[in-house]
Structures are given as structure tokens and as C-alpha cells.
Nanobody, 125 residues
Framework: QLHLVESGGGLVQPGGSLRLSCATS????????IGWFRQAPGKEREGVAC????????WYHDSVKGRFTVGRDYTKNTVYFQINGLNPEDAAVYYC??????????????????WGQGTQVTVSS
């Protein structure tokens, strides 16, 4: 069983930045691709970024390319999500998820087996 705990959310002004963390435990982080998802009120959960387990390749939703960056620190069993240039449309609960994917990673929900509880990101002046 893999456990994931997100942290780092908060209230920022438009144009601001946050660094979200996804701390993992219970199983080796190297075994899992990690996805970052977000869900705003009344909307479906959408994938915004992911990092593969094999070569740390990353993929991003078009709406966040150039602003968001995902990376992992194996020594701390943690995946980071640097989110810059935030705008009100980015406000949501952000979730990390893990899946035992052998090739790449995906920006949709079904391949992921384990989920964190989420961390709230609010963007407001």
C-alpha cells in the first residue's frame, strides 16, 4: 500500500507561485508514475502534469505548460510541483496520484491506484 500526502497549498495573489509537495510512504517511489490533478468546484477532476517512473519524463496539460514543473526527490520520497504565474482559473484542490505504469504517465484518472487527500490552492487579490 502506497500512501500519499499533499502539502503546500494556500492563498496567493494572481501571478504568484506555490510549491506543492506529495510525500509518499509504504512502497518505493521508484515503482510509480506520479500524476498531479486538480478539481475546481462543479468541475471534473483534470490531469495537469505527470512524471514517469522509468526515466522521469514529464507531461503537462497545455494550460499549464511553461508555468508548472513537476520533479521528484527519491532521497525524500517526495514529488514536487512548482506552480508559477497562477491565475484565478488555476484555483482548485490539487491532488497527487500514483500508478504502477510501466511506460510513461497519463493525464487522466483511471491509470492511478493511489490518491492523496488534496491541498487547496486559492488565487485571489
Amino acid at each position: 500500500q502506497l500512501h500519499l500526502v499533499e502539502s503546500g497549498g494556500g492563498l496567493v495573489q494572481p501571478g504568484g507561485s506555490l510549491r506543492l509537495s506529495c510525500a509518499t510512504s509504504g512502497r518505493p517511489l521508484t515503482d510509480y508514475a506520479i500524476g498531479w490533478f486538480r478539481q475546481a468546484p462543479g468541475k471534473e477532476r483534470e490531469g495537469v502534469a505527470c512524471i514517469s517512473s522509468t526515466d522521469n519524463s514529464t507531461w503537462y496539460h497545455d494550460s499549464v505548460k511553461g508555468r508548472f514543473t513537476v520533479g521528484r526527490d527519491y532521497t525524500k520520497n517526495t514529488v514536487y510541483f512548482q506552480i508559477n504565474g497562477l491565475n484565478p482559473e488555476d484555483a482548485a484542490v490539487y491532488y497527487c496520484a500514483a500508478g504502477s505504469l510501466f511506460v510513461g504517465c497519463f493525464l487522466y484518472v483511471s491509470p492511478y491506484d493511489y490518491w492523496g487527500q488534496g491541498t487547496q490552492v486559492t488565487v485571489s487579490s
